[in-house]
Nanobody, 126 residues
Framework: QLQLVESGGGLVQPGGSLRLSCVASGFTLDYYMITWFRQAPGKEREGVSCISSSGAITNYADSVKGRFTISRDNAKNTVYLQMNSLKPEDTAIYYC???????????????????WGQGTQVTVSS
């Protein structure tokens, strides 16, 4: 079965950093656009960052620009999200999702993604 597994979440203080990983099994990520989503209790799901299948194009929500960096290593079938200067507002469950297309302008639209991970909790608190 096609699977995505996130890891790397945890509890950090404001200003701290975390690196999330998303590992695919059952399929190769070479042909997939990947978006990191996040969702906090009582809030709508938000697209955080996207990377095209080749890695040539990246996208970021305005709220994380300059702080988060998305990257991929297709040889390892893995996508990463480096999160720096974390804020309490970043607290959420983070999900990676895969869409079998090189890229899409509406990279933050949940309906485009056929595969989802189980999520990893990120908590930013002092």
């Amino acid at each position: 079965q096609l699977q995505l597994v996130e890891s790397g979440g945890g509890l950090v203080q404001p200003g701290g950093s975390l690196r999330l990983s998303c590992v695919a099994s059952g399929f190769t990520l070479d042909y997939y656009m990947i978006t990191w989503f996040r969702q906090a209790p009582g809030k709508e799901r938000e697209g955080v960052s996207c990377i095209s299948s080749s890695g040539a194009i990246t996208n970021y929500a305005d709220s994380v620009k300059g702080r988060f960096t998305i990257s991929r290593d297709n040889a390892k079938n893995t996508v990463y999200l480096q999160m720096n200067s974390l804020k309490p507002e970043d607290t959420a469950i983070y999900y990676c999702a895969a869409s079998r297309r090189p890229h899409a302008v509406n990279w933050y639209t949940s309906d485009l993604f056929g595969s989802w991970g189980q999520g990893t909790q990120v908590t930013v608190s002092s």
